[in-house]
């Protein structure tokens, strides 16, 4: 089946140090997305992709950083430099990058001990 | 500044009357818009879209309204059931900035049996 996967789905991390989220697809799909979600709001985006070894910032893109080395790869890493990291991070993917109908995982929640 | 806007936190209705939910937004620059459905610890899943150029766009039980003069979409469900209770999110896409979307905050629906 094809799909974006999203590892771990919770992942906790201590104050200070970094975490790197995964995100996975299988879609054959150009752009790739990170969004952050936070209670009772909509979802933020933080990064995104249009194509291999090319990304831009979104709306909220301080203290975290990506990559994107392959097709069908975009990792996320939450530096210690985000102040407030707790929250849902959802990754997505679309076919291009004009607006299609992103597909998305099923997220990670990432809590700070 | 909200350019997308869900003043409806949540909605109840019943099962098999009409569901209907709002979205306002800003940016005289939106050109694409879409709706999405999240259950609580997934991913959204794209539900129905609709051009700037359109006023209504419909698939099934689903259809979207676009009032471009007053900045306005709605998504009417009808019936409504309670396999549709979740939360919906309206976003929009800019002209000439690629994928990238703008959320809404999103609407809880409940549909009651």
């Known amino acids: 089946d094809g799909g974006i996967t999203q590892s771990p789905k919770y992942l906790f991390r201590k104050e200070g140090q970094n975490v790197t989220l995964s995100c996975e697809q299988n879609l054959n799909h150009d752009a790739m997305y990170w969004y952050r979600q936070d209670p009772g709001q909509g979802l933020r985006l933080i990064y995104y992709s249009q194509i291999v070894n090319d990304f831009q910032k979104g709306d909220i893109a301080e203290g975290y950083s990506v990559s994107r080395e392959k097709k069908e790869s975009f990792p996320l890493t939450v530096t210690s430099a985000q102040k407030n990291p707790t929250a849902f991070y959802l990754c997505a993917s679309s076919i291009g990058g004009r607006g299609e109908p992103q597909h998305f995982g099923d997220g990670t929640r990432l809590s700070i001990l | ?113």
């Open chain 2, 1 to 113: 500044d909200q350019q997308v806007k869900q003043n409806s936190p949540s909605l109840s209705v019943q099962e098999g009357r009409i569901s209907i939910l709002n979205c306002d937004y800003t940016n005289s620059m939106f050109d694409y818009f879409l709706w999405y459905k999240k259950y609580p610890a997934e991913g959204p899943t794209f539900l129905i879209s609709i051009s700037s150029i359109k006023d209504k766009n419909e698939d099934g039980r689903f259809t979207v309204f676009l009032n471009k003069s007053a900045k306005h979409l709605s998504l009417h469900i009808v019936p409504s059931q309670p396999g549709d209770s979740a939360v919906y999110f309206c976003a929009a896409r800019i002209y000439n900035q690629g994928g990238k979307l703008i959320f809404g905050q999103g609407t809880e629906l409940s549909v009651k049996p």
